[in-house]
Nanobody, 125 residues
Framework: QVQLVESGGGSVQAGGSLRLSCAAYGYPYSPYRLGWFRQAPGKEREAVAVIFPDGGATYYPNSVKGRFTISQDNAKNILYLQINSLKPEDTAMYYC??????????????????WGQGTQVTVSS
């Protein structure tokens, strides 16, 4: 079965950077679409970055565009999220997700079948 394991979270001062990793196990073949999501207390889970491994096309919502970068090491099956210029409002649990289906909305939680356990990012001012 597919298993995703995030790492790299932690406590950082505003303006700092973090690089989150998501190691994948048990992929029957390369996922069609991969994403990073975050969820803060009392808020809904929201997408922050999406990548299509075949070709490497990336997509970001306006809220994080210019600060977040998603990338995929296809050989090692590791998904990354580089976060720069961290803000207190970035504080959340960050999750990676994978899906093998075509034709689903990029930023919707329901478009992803497999999820990691999450890694906490805390940004202090």
């Amino acid at each position: 079965q597919v298993q995703l394991v995030e790492s790299g979270g932690g406590s950082v001062q505003a303006g700092g950077s973090l690089r989150l990793s998501c190691a994948a196990y048990g992929y029957p073949y390369s996922p069609y679409r991969l994403g990073w999501f975050r969820q803060a207390p009392g808020k809904e889970r929201e997408a922050v970055a999406v990548i299509f491994p075949d070709g490497g096309a990336t997509y970001y919502p306006n809220s994080v565009k210019g600060r977040f970068t998603i990338s995929q090491d296809n050989a090692k099956n590791i998904l990354y999220l580089q976060i720069n210029s961290l803000k207190p409002e970035d504080t959340a649990m960050y999750y990676c997700a994978a899906d093998f289906r075509r034709g689903y909305e990029l930023y919707s939680v329901s478009s992803y079948t497999y999820w990691g356990q999450g890694t906490q990012v805390t940004v202090s001012s």
